[in-house]
């Protein structure tokens, strides 16, 4: 009968190769189950049986450490990556994805391609990441619309907290509320009595039902107690072309827009959403100074990922994002148009996305807005 083997203390001894396993990086399922079905017979192992064990946790431990190796050396992105944008081209989402892509393409030595994919104010193009492969090569471009939509329509086709997984913010923007010349209006007071006299005769356009653009204006309808009516486009670029040619007579839209047509005289700026004045037109007061105190709608943008993306890779990115919104060319033609450069790090986005969930949260359910299907 084959004695057991004496004097050694093989639980000391599986720990130190399970400490070895550990810490190359997580051990296969198979590795798992060698290695906790010793430690329970560990006390008990023949001269026979012990040797076949040490046998088999040590090949277990090198195909380990040659898989560490294997991943470590893949090297990210090895291909093109896409850079979606859920709105179409015009907007600040997409002014901010082809100010960033060509800075990633040139670091990582890989094209960075802006793809706009638009539709369901921005669903279509959120979906489509979301149900992307989880390996960093299909990016979002978003703004805070996606902790807006959850409470407009019960069937948002992904869920922002489960999902995605936060890479970065990248700016925030002032938006301001604009007329057509031809409204004569020349502050903000005189246009809610002009509204309050017939509402009738004022309508707003907006890139699209549901926007950041809708809701804000719905925001203001609310605070002012007034009715303009909406008339949605598909997309910022219509929407700006019909309000300059007097087609519609208001909007609200980013700074970034819509700034270039307020200093040509083609519209009226009458306030801006945040709290604070914009140093890209420091005589625009804001909407709160302006007659409607505490009124403020933020607007950000950031950059999402499917969840589940391995965290290097995310970290990889964010990292880079950080650096081509540092570089001086890039900020100094941001900044020229009406945004406000701020780099978060995944950690910190995450945190703004479960704020912002809560803003909206409670801004939509005051002003009692749904939307229509």
């Known amino acids: 009968m084959t004695q057991p083997v004496k004097n050694l203390n093989w639980s000391q001894i599986l720990a130190k190769v399970w400490g070895y396993l550990t810490k190359c990086c997580t051990p296969a399922p198979s590795t798992l189950l060698v290695a906790s079905s010793a430690a329970g017979v560990g006390g008990c192992l023949t001269k026979h049986f012990a040797l076949v064990l040490a046998m088999t946790i040590a090949l277990a431990a090198a195909v380990t ?216 037109m420091p005589d625009v007061p804001t909407i709160a100074e302006a007659g409607l105190p505490g009124f403020e709608v933020p607007l950000w943008y950031s950059i999402l990922a499917p969840a589940n993306t391995p965290k290097d890779i995310v970290a990889k990115l964010s990292a880079e994002i950080g650096k081509a919104l540092a570089d001086p060319t890039t900020k100094e033609r941001l900044t020229g148009q009406g945004f406000i450069v701020t780099y978060l790090n995944p950690e910190q986005m995450d945190a703004m996305i479960k704020k912002d969930l809560l803003y909206w949260q409670k801004s939509i359910k005051a002003i009692g807005l749904k939307i229509d299907k």
């Open 65 to 280: 450490h040659e898989q560490c190796l294997a991943q470590s050396q893949v090297k990210f992105p090895d291909r093109s990556i896409r850079f979606v944008v859920p709105f179409p081209p015009g907007g600040g989402n997409d002014i901010l994805a082809r100010a960033i892509a060509p800075r990633l393409a040139e670091v990582f030595g890989q094209s960075v391609v802006v793809d706009n994919r638009a539709g369901a104010g921005g669903n279509i193009g959120s979906e489509f990441v979301a149900k992307s492969a989880p390996d960093g090569y299909t990016i979002l471009m978003a703004s805070n619309q996606v902790t807006i939509n959850p409470w407009l329509d019960n069937n948002v086709p992904f869920d922002i907290e489960k999902d995605f997984v936060a890479v970065a913010q990248v700016a925030s923007v002032p938006m301001v509320l604009v007329v057509n010349p031809s409204v004569p209006a020349t502050d903000l007071k005189s246009f809610i009595a002009l509204v309050k006299a017939d509402p009738s005769k004022f309508n707003h356009s907006t890139p699209g039902t549901g926007t950041a653009q809708h809701i804000a204006f719905e925001v203001f309808n609310y605070s002012a107690g007034v009715k303009v009516i909406h008339v949605p486009y598909k997309g910022t670029g219509p929407a700006i072309a019909d309000l300059i040619g007097g087609q519609v007579q208001s909007a609200i839209g980013t700074m970034a827009s819509l700034e270039q047509y307020v200093k040509a005289g083609k519209l009226r700026a009458l306030g801006v959403t945040t709290a604070a004045r914009s140093a890209a």
